[in-house]
């Protein structure tokens, strides 16, 4: 496939996956309703980077080592999972009035945990290795130069912090955000029940 061709194919299937909706999408949903445009952007920056850890294992074939080492991938389940019922739980403990505090704060004090946060989520995600063997078997061929590899990289990466962010900047418009203001602790509790589930059945999918 020539880089041209490679490109399109790239992204297409990757914007489709950055639309479905998942943990990464319930996060910057959360901080974007609930702590305005600049904490959704910096959480889309921490995903977008996040990427940047699939892409370096993948390129160096080691995606098709983990998707099919049973061990390997519990492990990335466990650590997967108990991050995301910690942020589930952190969700659900939120409370009435709260969020108008935070949010005077968010730019000052949080801005390097929210990227960390949306690092983490993409990350940790256990479905990451068979998403980028499928997409880099795609593409990739065993004689494709290493900086057309780099290249893939970058844009998936740009990719996925410019969707997040057009998803930031919508919810966080003053006429959306109007909307959820009153509520905020409820879509905290919301999204955090979401976050719960996901690292629950992590869980259960380890077990089985």
């Avoid at 780099?150 to 912090?161: E, H, P, T």
Wanted: one cysteine or more; charged letters at 10%.
């Amino acid at each position: 496939m020539g880089l041209f061709e490679g490109f399109l194919a790239i992204t297409l299937v990757h914007l489709l996956a950055a639309a479905t909706p998942g943990p990464d999408f319930v996060m910057v949903t959360q901080q974007s309703l609930t702590r305005g445009r600049y904490a959704g952007v910096l959480c889309s920056l921490g995903i977008a980077l996040g990427l940047s850890v699939h892409i370096v294992y993948s390129s160096l074939g080691m995606a098709a080592l983990v998707s099919d080492s049973s061990s390997a991938l519990a492990v990335l389940k466990i650590a997967a999972g108990a991050y995301l019922i910690y942020l589930g739980i952190q969700g659900l403990r939120s409370r009435p009035g709260g969020r108008q505090q935070e949010t005077a704060t968010t730019a000052r004090v949080s801005g390097t945990r929210l990227i960390a946060m949306g690092f983490l989520c993409n990350a940790l995600n256990p479905k990451a290795p068979l998403y980028f063997v499928s997409v880099f078997t795609l593409v990739l061929s065993p004689d494709m130069p290493f900086y057309q590899i780099a290249l893939y990289g970058v844009w998936m990466m740009l990719l996925q912090f410019v969707w997040f962010s057009a998803v930031a900047m919508l919810l966080s418009k003053p006429a959306v955000k109007r909307r959820f203001q009153q509520a905020g602790h409820w879509i905290d509790r919301s999204a955090g029940a979401v976050m719960l589930a996901f690292g629950i059945k992590l869980f259960v999918s380890r077990a089985q």
